[in-house]
Each structure stands twice: as structure tokens, then as C-alpha cells.
Antibody, heavy 120, light 107 residues
Framework: QVQLQESGPGLVKPSQTLSLTCTVSGDSITSDSYYWSWIRQPAGKTLEWIGRISTSGNTKYNPFLQSRVTLSIDTSKKQFSVKLISVTAADSAVYYCARSAAGTANFDYWGQGSLVTVSS | IVLTQSPGTLSLSPGERATLSCRGN???????LVWYQQKPGQAPRLLIYGASTRAAGIPDRFSGSGSGADFTLTIDRLEPEDFAVYYCHQYHTSPQTFGQGTRVEVE
């Protein structure tokens, strides 16, 4: 059974960097059959795709966030991560990590979500 | 692509049929249309992909249809656990986007 678990600070100061890690159980993170994505959801709002990374490290980002976001992957640790720089209150949200089959964005496994608040 | 879901809220009773609409502001292949269910405090759950294919473990009372820019999620005979928010999602055009959601609530 695949499980994803987000971890990282729940509070980030404005203008600083938001960093989250997703730890994946099982061996699917070492397979090139999957993509690994980050998606966020501000309170009471819809979902926003942030970006995805493949096992080989190939990335694709939401153009509206591309200048501020970096995804990375460490298959030996079974983890992938997101960094978002220069955060503002608008970046406050529940951040989810999710898996999809390569070539798709059908997110079949999700983490439980990590609430990040941007506030001084 | 902007996805507009309607209605915003659907008030129904268990056993009734729910019909949820998702309309894009441009046409795209149905291959790239996905539906998710989200309950309070939980991550979304994959229901339908490719507009009409049920994901693993999804009951057959859930069905999807549509093409072009108009897509529909139908839930036959609502069960108590089906009351939730439903999102459509497209990944045909970058950035992939989600609709604003339809809440299915108990009347």
C-alpha cells in the first residue's frame, strides 16, 4: 500500500522560504512509471497544482509559480520536496503531495496534507 | 483553461441522483478530464479519469461523461458517504486547473 506523508514547518514568516518534504512508503518512488506532484488548497478554496517531478528529476511547474518554486527528489530516502521562496500570506494553504502515473495527472495517492501559515 | 462547475451547491436526499456539471472555457480532449471527491479535513480522492473511467475501488453508482468543453459527473442513488465536495480537473493545458467545486449536501 502506497502512503505519502508531508512534513515541514507549519508557520513561515513573510518573505522567507517555505520548505516541505513528502516521504513515500513502498518502492514506487524509484519507478519511472510515476510522477510526484505538489498541490495546495487555501482555506475554503479550490486546489492549485504547484508542480511535478519525475524519478529522474525532470520537473514541470505551474507557470504562475515557476519563478518562486523548486522541486527536488531523493529516491534513496524515498522523499521529494518543494521549496517556495519569497512567500506572502497568499501562500498560506494546505499543501498536499500526490502521485500520478507518468504522462498523466490522475492523482491516485495523496498525502494527508500539511497546513502552512505565512505570518509574522 | 478555466473550469466552471455548477451548481455551487446541490441539496439532495440519500437515494436521489446527483448531476454535477463542469464546463471549460475552451474545448479539450476528454482524456485529460478528472473528477475528485473531497470530504472535510481529508485529501481529495480520485473518482473518475479520462472523463468516464472509474478509478480503482470506486462504486459503479459514480459515472462520468462528456466531451469537448462539457463534462458531467453523475452519482446514482446517493449514499450517506457521498455527501462531499466534488472537483473537476483538467491537465490538457498548462497550467492544469481545478474547478471551484460543487458541494453535495443533505437536504
Amino acid at each position: 500500500q502506497v502512503q505519502l506523508q508531508e512534513s515541514g514547518p507549519g508557520l513561515v514568516k513573510p518573505s522567507q522560504t517555505l520548505s516541505l518534504t513528502c516521504t513515500v512508503s513502498g518502492d514506487s518512488i524509484t519507478s519511472d512509471s510515476y510522477y510526484w506532484s505538489w498541490i495546495r488548497q487555501p482555506a475554503g478554496k479550490t486546489l492549485e497544482w504547484i508542480g511535478r517531478i519525475s524519478t529522474s528529476g525532470n520537473t514541470k511547474y505551474n507557470p504562475f509559480l515557476q519563478s518562486r518554486v523548486t522541486l527536488s527528489i531523493d529516491t534513496s530516502k524515498k522523499q521529494f520536496s518543494v521549496k517556495l521562496i519569497s512567500v506572502t500570506a497568499a501562500d498560506s494553504a494546505v499543501y498536499y503531495c500526490a502521485r500520478s502515473a507518468a504522462g498523466t495527472a490522475n492523482f491516485d495517492y495523496w498525502g494527508q496534507g500539511s497546513l502552512v501559515t505565512v505570518s509574522s | 483553461i478555466v473550469l466552471t462547475q455548477s451548481p455551487g451547491t446541490l441539496s439532495l436526499s440519500p437515494g436521489e441522483r446527483a448531476t454535477l456539471s463542469c464546463r471549460g472555457n475552451q474545448t479539450f480532449s476528454s482524456r485529460y478530464l478528472v473528477w475528485y471527491q473531497q470530504k472535510p479535513g481529508q485529501a481529495p480522492r480520485l473518482l473518475i479519469y479520462g472523463a468516464s473511467t472509474r478509478a480503482a475501488g470506486i462504486p459503479d453508482r459514480f459515472s462520468g461523461s462528456g466531451s469537448g468543453a462539457d463534462f458531467t459527473l453523475t452519482i446514482d442513488r446517493l449514499e450517506p458517504e457521498d455527501f462531499a465536495v466534488y472537483y473537476c480537473h483538467q491537465y490538457h493545458t498548462s497550467p492544469q486547473t481545478f474547478g471551484q467545486g460543487t458541494r453535495v449536501e443533505v437536504e
